[in-house]
């Protein structure tokens, strides 16, 4: 199947630097900027202010729902098709798969990092937080 390669193809520098580090590192990474201290996640280039000088900065991958849908099987995700919005701990909202079925998700539930892998690309993933997390 080769519907992920658009991943790895085409990726503007910074994008391609994030997908790297959460396939290598197992960890969401945000760009910090220098100048005003933003977090910028998902990261950018620029910075909102106007400053190119920014450091990746390692996030804990925890986050709450604050959105879901679900998708029949399609271009990007051949399964799990239950996908949504996170706003993550301390900033930022990215978009990624659920790992759950939709009865387990709510609005504002607490979830974590579970990345997904299909056929040797990383996706973003989050999982609802359990018992023993
Ligand atoms: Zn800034």
């Known amino acids: 199947m080769d519907l992920l ?4 193809r085409d990726m503007e520098p910074t994008s391609r630097e994030f997908y790297r580090r ?4 197992r960890a969401i990474f945000g760009l910090r900027c220098r100048h005003c201290g933003k977090l910028n996640l998902p990261p950018r280039r620029h910075c909102a202010c106007g400053s190119q000088s920014q450091q990746w900065e390692r996030r804990t991958g925890g986050g709450r729902v604050h959105a879901f849908t679900t998708q029949a099987g399609a271009f990007r995700f051949a399964e799990p098709q239950v996908i949504g919005l996170i706003d993550l701990d301390g900033g930022g909202r990215l978009f990624g798969v659920l790992n759950a079925a939709v009865g387990e998700l709510a609005i ?4 974590t990092l579970d990345l997904v892998e299909v056929e040797g690309t990383v996706l973003l993933g989050f999982r609802p937080l359990s018992e023993g997390d």
């Open 5 to 8: 390669r658009y991943v790895d």
């Open 22 to 25: 959460l396939g290598e590192e």
């Open 108 to 111: 504002g539930i607490p979830v």
